[in-house]
């Protein structure tokens, strides 16, 4: 196992393991806090989008030498406007607010045909920006249908995090198909999954392949 000193992860909720304002103790992000200790620092926040977890990548001063990032890249509609919102977990909110500049934003700039431009964007600044990280992994909401030159030091495991949260319901009502119970998006059984992922991929260097259960709800 390599030496590794700083763990820093970005993201929404996802990654955040506040729901409602309580820490969600079973999920993968506190566990994986409680396994690593103050070497871990989770930037992660419910609500927001790709624009506002970069500004933070940004921000954050580079780690020590042989530190790692874990990236969740959200929901691109998420923008993170300056002076918009009251808080930053309101850009989930975007694409229902009714104020005239929101409404713009959706109609011409917020289309579907920018989505995957926007979120290949985000995947490109990652590579980018991480270049103080030793490793960095990148993990979407949605799977992305774009091939992405990265550097050797960033994994991108193209698999969309919210199929496989759908993913655990055996029953869909096909009138109200969304049924995420939240927190934090994924059951117990999977969130033991995706931590011991995270830990091969941290601590052997093993890409995670995120096989988890499915239809067991």
């Not at 309580?22 to 992000?29: Q, R």
């Not at 780690?63 to 929901?75: H, K, L, M, T, Y």
């Not at 500049?101 to 979120?119: A, C, D, G, P």
Request: aromatic letters at 10%; hydrophobic letters at 35%.
């Amino acid at each position: 196992m390599e030496n590794i000193t700083d763990i820093h992860i970005f993201g929404d909720s996802f990654a955040d393991p506040i729901w409602e304002g309580t820490c969600m103790l079973h999920t993968w992000p506190s566990r994986l806090a409680k396994h690593y200790g103050l070497r871990l620092t989770n930037y992660a926040l419910q609500g927001t989008g790709p624009e506002y977890s970069l500004q933070r990548l940004f921000e954050t001063p580079a780690p020590p030498e042989g530190s790692v990032c874990i990236f969740i890249i959200s929901d691109v509609d998420r923008m993170n406007l300056h002076g918009y919102w009251s808080s930053p977990t309101e850009q989930v909110h975007l694409t229902r607010d009714t104020r005239p500049f929101s409404r713009q934003l959706i109609n011409h700039y917020l289309v579907e045909e920018t989505y995957l431009l926007r979120t290949a964007q985000a995947i490109a600044a990652v590579n980018s920006l991480s270049v103080n990280y030793a490793r960095t992994l990148i993990l979407s909401i949605s799977p992305v249908p774009v091939d992405i030159r990265l550097d050797p030091s960033v994994e991108f495991v193209n698999i969309g995090l919210i199929d496989l949260s759908h993913g655990e319901y055996s029953k869909i009502d096909s009138q109200q198909p969304y049924v995420d119970h939240r927190p934090n998006h994924f059951s117990p059984e999977n969130h033991d999954l995706i931590l011991q992922e995270l830990i091969n991929w941290i601590e052997q260097k093993t890409v995670p392949e995120f096989d988890l259960l499915q239809a067991i709800v």
